[in-house]
T-cell receptor, first 116, second 111 residues
Framework: DGGITQSPKYLFRKEGQNVTLSCEQN?????MYWYRQDPGQGLRLIYY???????QKGDIAEGYSVSREKKESFPLTVTSAQKNPTAFYLC???????????????FGPGTRLTVL | SQQGEEDPQALSIQEGENATMNCSYK?????LQWYRQNSGRGLVHLIL?????REKHSGRLRVTLDTSKKSSSLLITASRAADTASYFC???????????FGTGTRLTVIP
């Protein structure tokens, strides 16, 4: 089946620890995105990548880091520098590169991170 | 900020009624998209309308776009209990395929 997967579904972390969220897609999409969603809120863009080995900061990149070593994978690390990391994290991908700006984004099921 | 805002924040209707949600945004756009999110799940794309289009249909969904007023509406006709979800509008602006999401309308359809 084609799709985008995220793991784990639920993640618990102690304060001061770094944690990495996985995102994989087998849709052959060039672009991938990470969003954060807080209760009752919309999505805010953390990082995005339009092509392998390249990524850009979104609106709330502080305290997060990403890598894009493979087209299929775009892991997100939540570092201890992120002051309020408890949230629902969504990964997405889309088919085309930036200049077209018409393609829809396909979302994974999300990872709920809780900092204890 | 380019982020859209949906109105109302929450909407509760009886099954069979129509549901209308509105979205306003601030800057010029290439297209506007509507997404649906069931509680605790990822978003699912519903429909995309380009800036040169005024109305679009998909099944029981009807989307309108008024670029002069910087607003869009999503109409769900003959609602069903399974339509219960949060609905988000997202705008895309040229230069990057990034979407700016609104805060969402939480729709509850009562059986």
């Amino acid at each position: 089946d084609g799709g985008i997967t995220q793991s784990p579904k639920y993640l618990f972390r102690k304060e001061g620890q770094n944690v990495t969220l996985s995102c994989e897609q087998n849709l052959n999409h060039d672009a991938m995105y990470w969003y954060r969603q807080d209760p009752g809120q919309g999505l805010r863009l953390i990082y995005y990548s339009q092509i392998v080995n390249d990524f850009q900061k979104g609106d709330i990149a502080e305290g997060y880091s990403v890598s894009r070593e493979k087209k299929e994978s775009f892991p997100l690390t939540v570092t201890s520098a992120q002051k309020n990391p408890t949230a629902f994290y969504l990964c997405a991908s889309s088919a085309r590169l930036a200049e077209f700006s018409t393609d829809t984004q396909y979302f994974g099921p999300g990872t709920r991170l809780t900092v204890l | 900020s380019q982020q859209g805002e949906e109105d109302p924040q929450a909407l509760s209707i009886q099954e069979g009624e129509n549901a209308t949600m509105n979205c306003s945004y601030k800057t010029s756009i290439n297209n506007l998209q509507w997404y649906r999110q069931n509680s605790g799940r990822g978003l699912v794309h519903l429909i995309l309308i380009r800036s040169n289009e005024r109305e679009k249909h998909s099944g029981r969904l009807r989307v309108t776009l008024d670029t002069s007023k910087k607003s869009s509406s999503l109409l769900i006709t003959a609602s069903r209990a399974a339509d219960t979800a949060s609905y988000f509008c997202a705008t895309a602006k040229g230069g990057a395929n990034n979407l700016f999401f609104g805060t969402g309308t939480r729709l509850t359809v009562i059986p």
